[in-house]
């Protein structure tokens, strides 16, 4: 998992505020580069995906880009039986969505 040495930043996950004298499990979002406590990223993430909630956003709310977490970020953050959950769940959304597309009625279509 990636690592970043804490400069002073407030993680917008647990509010809580490091120094850079304090080194902690850190993780930029590739999306945005917006920096949260590892663990709280993936308490986080795990909420989100028990709650079905898709897209997943940066939980900065002061988030300028307004895009979606990275697939890598997620994947990297998670379980591997959590990303299997959310990849399932994501396929399913997508499909729902997307009003030229369905779910095949038999199961050897």
Known sequence: ???A???EF???ICMETLD???ISPVFPLSSCEHVFHQECLAEYLNAKI????????CP???CVHEG????????EIITDLRY???TKFALNQAVDVQKDMSWCPTADC
């Open 1 to 3: 998992m990636r690592e």
């Open 5 to 7: 040495e804490a400069e």
């Open 10 to 12: 407030v993680c917008k």
């Open 20 to 22: 850079q004298d304090e």
């Open 50 to 57: 028990d709650a079905q909630e898709f897209p997943m956003i």
């Open 60 to 62: 900065d709310g002061d």
């Open 68 to 75: 979606n977490i990275a697939d890598v970020d997620v994947k």
């Open 84 to 86: 299997e959950k959310f």
